[in-house]
T-cell receptor, first 115, second 110 residues
Framework: AQSVSQHNHHVILSEAASLELGCNYSYGGTVNLFWYVQYPGQHLQLLLKYFSGDPLVKGIKGFEAEFIKSKFSFNLRKPSVQWSDTAEYFCAVDDGNNAGNMLTFGGGTRLMVKP | KAGVTQTPRYLIKTRGQQVTLSCSPISGHRSVSWYQQTPGQGLQFLFEYFSETQRNKGNFPGRFSGRQFSNSRSEMNVSTLELGDSALYLC?????????FGPGTRLTVL
C-alpha cells in the first residue's frame, strides 16, 4: 500500500520568504504525483502534477515541485510567498495505472503567511 | 463549465441511521471518486466509479457503498452510522489526468 508523508504540519513565514514543503511517498512502482491546495473556505484545487518527463514541474501561482525518484520525494517550492498563499497544502500520490483517480494523500501542511 | 456539485452541503444524523450523499460531476467527466476528510485521518479514498462500475475501492467497511448512474451522477450511502463517520465527504470528477473536487458534504453524526 502507498503512503505519503508531509514532514511539516504547520509552517509560518513572512511575505517574500521562500517556501519548501516536504513530501515523501512509499511505493515501489510507477507513480503519479500531485500537490493540491485548499484555501480557507474553498475547494481543493490542483497546484501541479507530475506524470512523466521533466522532474521539475511548474504549476499555478509560481509554485514548482521537483520529483527525485531516488529519494521518493516530491517537494513543493515557491521562491517568494505572498499573504494570499495562506492555505493548507496536500501532497498526493496515485499509482501509475490510475491516472489520478485514486489518490493517497499526505496529512497536509498548514501554511500561514504573515503580511 | 459548472464545477462539481454536491448535495446536501450539511447533514446531521443520529447513530444507527443511514445517509445518502449526491455528487454531480463536471459535464463530460465519466469518473467520480469519493473521499472522506477528518481531522484525525486526513483525506482518505473511499471508491471510484467509472461508467456505472466501481473501478477502485479503498479500505472502508461495507457500510460505505456507492453507485453511479448513466448520466455519471454518483451517490454514496453510509448505513448504520457511527459517531466516527462524522466527516467532510468530498467528491471529485476526473478529466485529463486531473481531479476536480466539489465543496463537500459535512456530515455530523450525533
Amino acid at each position: 500500500a502507498q503512503s505519503v508523508s508531509q514532514h511539516n504540519h504547520h509552517v509560518i513565514l513572512s511575505e517574500a520568504a521562500s517556501l519548501e514543503l516536504g513530501c515523501n511517498y512509499s511505493y515501489g512502482g510507477t507513480v503519479n504525483l500531485f500537490w493540491y491546495v485548499q484555501y480557507p473556505g474553498q475547494h481543493l484545487q490542483l497546484l501541479l502534477k507530475y506524470f512523466s518527463g521533466d522532474p521539475l514541474v511548474k504549476g499555478i501561482k509560481g509554485f514548482e515541485a521537483e520529483f527525485i525518484k531516488s529519494k521518493f520525494s516530491f517537494n513543493l517550492r515557491k521562491p517568494s510567498v505572498q499573504w494570499s498563499d495562506t492555505a493548507e497544502y496536500f501532497c498526493a500520490v496515485d499509482d501509475g495505472n490510475n491516472a489520478g483517480n485514486m489518490l493517497t494523500f499526505g496529512g497536509g501542511t498548514r501554511l500561514m503567511v504573515k503580511p | 463549465k459548472a464545477g462539481v456539485t454536491q448535495t446536501p452541503r450539511y447533514l446531521i444524523k443520529t447513530r444507527g441511521q443511514q445517509v445518502t450523499l449526491s455528487c454531480s460531476p463536471i459535464s463530460g467527466h465519466r469518473s467520480v471518486s469519493w473521499y472522506q476528510q477528518t481531522p484525525g485521518q486526513g483525506l482518505q479514498f473511499l471508491f471510484e466509479y467509472f461508467s456505472e462500475t466501481q473501478r477502485n475501492k479503498g479500505n472502508f467497511p461495507g457500510r460505505f457503498s456507492g453507485r453511479q448512474f448513466s448520466n455519471s451522477r454518483s451517490e454514496m450511502n453510509v448505513s448504520t452510522l457511527e459517531l466516527g463517520d462524522s466527516a467532510l465527504y468530498l467528491c471529485a470528477s476526473s478529466g485529463k489526468n486531473e481531479q476536480f473536487f466539489g465543496p463537500g458534504t459535512r456530515l455530523t453524526v450525533l
